[in-house]
């Protein structure tokens, strides 16, 4: 590994200086479990590490009635185990559950899962699904992306190299509301997704009020399913719309063949936990 300055901000706008100085040769450091592997195989090479450790800004978990912040350093055995996030933003919370091992969860954190941005990553389609909004700050101060915003490409991001991530915020899913988030992969765990799905769902009168359907590993970005989405609003949620809402998520996936997973296999997996995600989705919100 090369080696690199360190530096220790005790502040936003102190690690926004360091990043304004440094400029591309800074990479940022919240749990690692991304960055040191990294580091260590030699496919960065950072002049300087800036340690978001000392930043309170960055730890925030709070929940009111308008919604969720989570602070961008956040781990994920956190949002695992929190109980606020088990109940009312329960995907999320499945999502950060399945983040390698018990140990890689104390220190991933849900802001290095999103910037990180492999296409696979976990906790992503949870957040489309939520529609949260990612707060960023930078030189000319703070700015609001929405999560179907914030990805542009395979470990790209809106994020310029003077920014951070600070918070993530998922309002408040409302009453009738229920998700869940599954992923298939080879192993139990310390795998990552051939395919992930994130469904939520909101009743009212009898009907379903908003879905949303959120993939990963089937394209560059993780992405919404939005004609499989459209097709569930504004009529009951019955076995045959959501067999309807499956085959239409699996056209909006555009996978790739590797040795992980066929073309072929990713979309039946997505037909599979649209299937399922909504079927639970639907059972939590009281359908």
Do not use: W
């Not at 956040?74 to 950060?96: M, Q, W």
């Not at 703070?142 to 542009?152: M, Q």
Request: hydrophobic share 45%.
């Amino acid at each position: 590994m090369r080696r690199f300055e360190l530096a220790l901000p005790r502040g936003v706008d102190e690690a926004l200086r360091v990043l304004s100085e440094r400029g591309p040769e800074a990479k940022l450091l919240a749990g690692g479990t991304d960055l040191l592997p990294q580091l260590k195989n030699g496919l960065i090479k950072p002049a300087c590490v800036v340690d978001l450790s000392g930043v309170a800004r960055v730890r925030t978990l709070e929940a009111d009635a308008r919604g969720l912040r989570v602070g961008a350093a956040v781990a994920a055995r956190t949002l695992e185990r929190d109980a606020t996030t088990r109940t009312t933003y329960t995907s999320l919370a499945e999502s950060g559950g399945l983040v390698g091992s018990v140990q890689v969860r104390n220190l991933a954190t849900l802001g290095g899962n999103v910037c990180n941005a492999a296409p696979s990553a976990d906790m992503a389609p949870p957040l489309l699904a939520l529609d949260a909004e990612m707060i960023i700050a930078g030189p000319r101060g703070e700015r609001r992306v929405p999560v179907a915003d914030f990805f542009t490409g395979v470990r790209r991001t809106v994020l310029g190299p003077d920014e951070i991530l600070l918070e993530i915020v998922v309002p408040a899913p409302g009453p009738r509301s229920g998700g869940h988030y599954l992923r298939h992969t080879p192993r139990r765990e310390l795998d990552i997704a051939v395919v992930g799905v994130a469904s939520q769902l909101t009743l009212s009168d009898g009907v379903c009020a908003k879905a949303r359907i959120a993939l990963a590993a089937v394209a560059p970005v993780p992405l919404r399913a939005r004609p499989a989405e459209q097709a569930l609003e504004g009529k009951p949620v019955t076995p045959e719309a959501i067999e309807r809402a499956a085959e239409l998520a699996v056209g909006v996936a555009k996978p790739i063949s590797d040795q992980r997973g066929s073309a072929d296999y990713r979309r039946h997996l997505v037909r599979v936990l649209t299937r399922r995600t909504l079927r639970t989705a639907l059972t939590r919100a009281g359908g």
